[in-house]
Each structure stands twice: as C-alpha cells, then as structure tokens.
C-alpha cells in the first residue's frame, strides 16, 4: 500500500498570510495526488485533482504543485473560512490511501 | 444539482450487519464510479471501497474485504454497502462520494453525501 504523510500535523495561522502544506508518497505516484477541505461536523470538499488542477468553484486562491512523491497544497491568502482540516489522497492505486490531515488553525 | 444521501446507519452489536445506502439525484448515476469512504470519530479519513459505474468491478480495502461488499442498481439511482461480521473498529461516519469524472474514473472523491453515522457496540 501507498502511505501519504502530511507536514505539518497542525499550523497556527493568520488571515492574510500563505501557507503552505506538505504530502509526500511512499511510492512515485506521478500526479495522482488530490486535495480535500473539511470543516468540524461536515463533508470533505475536494479542492485540487491531478496534483494541480483547481476544481471547479473552489477559489483561486488554492493552488496546487509537485509530482512523483512530493507535492504542496499553497493558500496564497488565507481567509477566514479557510480554517479547517486538509487532507491529500493518493489515486495512483488501490488501496486509495489519505494522508493524516493537518489541521489549520486561526493564531 | 448533485446531491448523494445515505440511509440505514445506527447502532448495531459486534457481529451482526447492516446495509447502507446512498440515493443519488442531479446526474446519469450509471456514468460514475461510486465510493464508500469512512471517518471514525476524531480520526482521519479512510477509504472502504470503489464500485465501476456499471457494477462489473470493485475494490475493498484490507480491513473490509470478505466482510463488506459494495453494489449499485442503477435503475434505482442508488449505491449499497452491505457490512457483515461489524467490528468495533468499523464504528465511523461513512460517506458515500462520486468520481467526477464520467466513464473513465479520476479516482477522487467530488461530491460527498452528508454522511451516516454506525456505531458497533454492545
């Protein structure tokens, strides 16, 4: 199985700055590499497929970079709402596995 | 609009079974893969299983394969997952999400259901 690793496991930020968050893969997984947004008691939100390519109606403001085993999810300008839990997923190959999260904090 | 919701979960004891199901509106169902992908309370998420949008393949995850198993009736616009043998470890919230993508899955999750909680417990 593919095991994802996230870095950081929680971030203290504040409205206006840009963050950046890590996933790395056990495995090349070429670009297979999505992102997802979930806010306390809701449903995750995918926000980046394909390692870089924007869903649509998510904002601008998240992008997403790398390949092979590592990849970064950036949030030029973080916003109020942006406070909640990412995740990274692998779709190279099943077992589809997620990383850990890491969790944004307001600071 | 998409809207995916699940049906069937609640308290059951170590042992038994219950089905799940997710009734899906806003899309040609029998186009997209389908997923089952979990939560257990304060942990991350993991995911169950995939279903083709024609129902002819799918895959487990170790920790449910030969006790869980996912199915679609298409003509119903609604996806299963029937859970056999349920551990303790399997109490979660469990979704049931789309692939994005028509006819040649992504294998990402977009949208997701509200979600439903089983608990497995004596």
């Known amino acids: 199985d593919i095991q994802m690793t996230q870095s950081p496991s929680s971030l203290s930020a504040s409205v206006g700055v840009r963050v950046t968050i890590t996933c790395r893969a056990s495995?090349?997984?070429?670009?297979?590499l999505n992102w997802y947004q979930q806010k306390p008691g809701k449903a995750p939100k995918l926000l980046i497929y394909?390692?870089?390519s924007l869903q649509s109606g998510v904002p601008s403001r998240f992008s997403g970079s790398g390949s092979g085993t590592d990849f970064t999810l950036t949030i030029s300008s973080l916003q109020p709402e942006d406070f909640a839990t990412y995740y990274c997923q692998q779709s190279y190959s099943t077992p589809r596995t997620f990383g850990q999260g890491t969790k944004l904090e307001i600071k | 609009e998409v809207q995916l919701l699940e049906s069937g979960g609640g308290l059951v004891q170590p042992g038994g079974s219950l089905r799940l199901s997710c009734a899906a509106s806003?899309?040609?169902?029998?186009?997209?893969?389908m997923s089952w992908v979990r939560q257990a309370p304060g942990k991350g998420l993991e995911w169950v299983s995939d279903?083709?949008?024609?129902?002819?393949?799918?895959y487990y995850a170790d920790s449910v394969k030969g006790r869980f198993t996912i199915s679609r009736d298409n003509s119903k616009n609604t996806l299963y997952l029937q859970m056999n043998s349920l551990r303790v470890e399997d109490t979660a919230v469990y979704y049931c999400?789309?692939?994005?993508?028509?006819?040649?899955?992504?294998?990402?999750?977009?949208?997701w259901g509200l979600g439903i909680l089983v608990t497995v417990s004596s």
């Open positions: 279903i083709s949008g024609s129902g002819g393949s799918t």
């Open positions: 394909a390692a870089s």
């Open positions: 806003g899309f040609t169902f029998s186009n997209y893969a």
């Open positions: 495995q090349s997984i070429s670009s297979y």
């Open positions: 999400a789309k692939d994005p993508e028509q006819l040649i899955p992504r294998g990402c999750f977009d949208p």
